[in-house]
């Protein structure tokens, strides 16, 4: 039986290459996709999301356009990383396919809820700053409750990236981050983080791209490719991460990757550190009797380590049978 998923994205390069493996992989039933403003602007995410869905031929899946801006900060963007189109600057046509007319948060809630009254819990995977997921804790409290699971892309125990300390998506919009935690606590949603200490392990090869492109001209083959070329030359290496992909593969193949059960935080307000996630790897009890600020609440699986190569072939193995 497939699992019922929404994926909240700021597609992006990684975001593209995790639309890929769940829009096509038969174990993932992907009932929506939610967008918001992060690697590159809100009109741009949404058009990318829209044309990887259309080349993996599920213009069925509604796509909703959520909020632009953080709840808190200016935004900023990762074109640097992404292209100036942010999904690599491969020339696509534009998508001839439209989003829903409702907004993120809605079309969020209302999938929630019909999966739940369906008694198919609905897994949210944010791969984006958690802005739409904290608007849905703070105006559907109920609908966010009825959630079954959240495994995000963001934050890291030793790893960061945006700054010295902080993940680029928990950066973004930590205020988001932190509110979604805390919510997740009060209503027992079970929550996964795959931050960066997993995030750059599973990866293509040039060759590898070189054998994709070869399968067709204008499909997902020749899209993973192009995306996975594009990532290799930014970064000059040989090879790329799928990134956010592994957030979904992870649900396909769970042994795959190896978690732990610690408290985590969002730093707020430190000069140097805001947007870092605070993960408590402690093992004494007796360290938390002299530390004022006691345990964190929201109890969190997170991603320590990774088959990276395992990961890899799993996405690189559906592509290649979807332009079969």
């Not at 030793?158 to 902080?166: F, I, K, Q, R």
């Not at 090869?205 to 083959?221: H, I, K, N, V």
């Not at 799928?242 to 593969?249: E, K, P, Q, T």
């Not at 345990?295 to 890899?312: H, M, N, S």
């Amino acid at each position: 039986m497939s699992l019922p998923v929404l994926l909240d994205v700021d597609t992006g390069v990684d975001d593209a290459c995790a639309l890929l493996l769940a829009a096509l992989h038969p174990g993932i039933d992907l009932r929506a996709v939610t967008c918001v403003g992060g690697n590159a602007p809100l009109p741009d995410v949404v058009r990318n999301t829209l044309t990887v869905l259309e080349v993996c031929g599920r213009a069925d899946v509604p796509v909703g356009a959520g909020a632009s801006h953080p709840l808190l900060e200016r935004p900023v963007d990762a074109r640097h990383v992404h292209g100036d189109d942010g999904m690599a600057d491969l020339g696509w046509a534009p998508p001839t396919s439209k989003p829903d007319q409702r907004h993120a948060v809605d079309l969020l809630r209302q999938t929630v809820d019909e999966a739940h009254a369906h008694g198919t819990p609905l897994t949210v995977v944010p791969l984006a700053p958690m802005t739409n997921i904290a608007l849905l804790a703070r105006m559907y409290p109920e609908s966010f409750a009825r959630i079954g699971r959240i495994v995000f892309m963001g934050g890291g125990a030793m790893v960061s990236n945006a700054t010295a300390a902080a993940e680029f998506n928990v950066f973004h919009d930590p205020e988001a981050t932190a509110v979604v935690l805390d919510a997740s606590a009060d209503h027992g949603v079970p929550v996964t983080m795959y931050g960066l200490d997993v995030f750059y392990e599973p990866r293509i090869t040039l060759s590898q791209c070189d054998e994709l492109a070869a399968l067709d001209e204008r499909g997902p083959a020749a899209l993973a490719a192009g995306l996975m070329r594009f990532m290799s030359h930014r970064f000059e290496s040989d090879s790329a991460t799928i990134g956010d992909a592994g957030a979904v593969a992870i649900l396909l193949d769970p042994d795959a990757v190896q978690t732990q059960r610690l408290p985590v935080r969002v730093e707020l307000s430190g000069t140097w550190t805001r947007g870092r996630t605070i993960v408590d790897t402690r093992d004494w009890s007796g360290d938390m009797d002299h530390d004022p600020h006691g345990l964190a609440e929201a109890q969190v699986d997170v991603a320590l380590e990774i088959d990276g190569p395992r990961v890899a072939a799993l996405w690189l193995d559906t592509v290649t049978k979807a332009a079969g």
